[in-house]
């Protein structure tokens, strides 16, 4: 018999067990919000500056992509739990996970781009696909950019593989 989903954020966060102790994962709160927000401008800036864009006009398109993103998200995925990953007692990425009963989502992750290179990511994603199966999870899903062949080497490496093509290529891990 497997186990029912876990329906809340604190449910999932408490499932999801990084084998680092000084990484774990909390439930987002409205207060997160201004880091989640800069978290965002700091992984998508480079995006926007080599376009060569003046400085404020780089900012206002960041903000539009980052309320468009939390709106379509939000749409996408009414269930969706958001987590805030912490390491050493410090915000250092932003997790969005949907857990269904046949099979996990993870619609987004984000990591500062100062703390990419340590492990972190690979654990977080190693202790999804742990939880995932012990709540009876048949498969782990996500989507990354076809252009982001770090993130796709990544996942590779993690055991997913591609199950579709296009701009966002589809990517599963059966358990």
Same mark, same amino acid.
């Given at each position: *018999?497997?186990?029912?989903?876990?329906?809340?954020?604190?449910?999932? @966060?408490?499932?999801?067990?990084?084998? +680092?102790?000084?990484?774990?994962?909390?439930?987002?709160?409205?207060?997160?919000?201004?880091?989640?927000?800069?978290?965002?401008?700091?992984?998508?800036?480079? +995006?926007?500056?080599?376009?060569?864009?003046?400085?404020?006009?780089? +900012? *206002?398109?960041?903000?539009?992509?980052?309320?468009?993103?939390?709106?379509? #998200?939000?749409?996408?995925?009414?269930?969706?739990?958001?987590?805030?990953?912490?390491?050493?007692?410090?915000?250092?990425?932003?997790? *969005?996970?949907?857990?269904?009963?046949?099979?996990?989502?993870?619609? $987004?992750?984000?990591?500062?781009?100062?703390?990419?290179?340590?492990?972190?990511?690979?654990?977080?994603?190693?202790?999804?696909?742990?939880?995932?199966?012990?709540?009876?999870?048949?498969?782990?899903?996500?989507?990354?950019?076809?252009?982001?062949?770090? @993130?796709?080497?990544? #996942?590779?490496?993690?055991?997913?593989?591609?199950?579709? $093509?296009?701009?966002?290529? @589809? *990517?599963?891990?059966?358990?």
């Amino acid at each position: *018999m497997t186990a029912a989903a876990p329906r809340h954020s604190t449910d999932i @966060a408490a499932l999801i067990a990084p084998r +680092d102790p000084s990484t774990r994962l909390q439930p987002a709160s409205a207060e997160d919000e201004p880091f989640v927000r800069r978290l965002f401008h700091a992984v998508r800036a480079p +995006d926007f500056a080599a376009a060569g864009l003046p400085q404020a006009a780089v +900012d *206002m398109l960041l903000e539009q992509q980052f309320r468009a993103q939390a709106t379509g #998200y939000a749409a996408q995925f009414p269930g969706a739990v958001s987590l805030i990953v912490q390491h050493r007692d410090e915000p250092v990425g932003r997790l *969005m996970l949907l857990a269904g009963d046949a099979g996990w989502h993870l619609i $987004d992750i984000l990591l500062l781009p100062s703390t990419r290179g340590r492990g972190i990511g690979t654990d977080v994603i190693e202790a999804i696909t742990r939880a995932a199966t012990e709540a009876g999870a048949h498969e782990v899903t996500l989507s990354v950019l076809f252009s982001n062949a770090g @993130a796709r080497r990544l #996942y590779g490496r993690l055991g997913f593989v591609e199950t579709g $093509d296009g701009v966002h290529l @589809a *990517m599963a891990k059966h358990l």
